[in-house]
């Protein structure tokens, strides 16, 4: 079971919130979607260069009609 690391988060006050929300809404949508994927491949352990495949095999096609 995954435990939560409190020690890797902290409250904040809400002013704080609303610069980091400004921050983030004066950027691209782009440099937002980037950032986004950056966080992703270190979350899940790849790299940007090399993007991983879906693994077809757990999904099955079936022709309706």
Sequence with gaps: MYRLDRTAFE???LEEERIDTD???A???EERLRAAMYLQSINYNFKLTNLPK????IF???KRG
């Design 27 to 29: 950027k691209s949508v």
């Design 11 to 13: 409250a904040s006050k």
């Design 54 to 57: 879906m693994d077809r095999s």
């Design 23 to 25: 921050y983030w809404r």
């Design 60 to 62: 099955s096609m079936t």
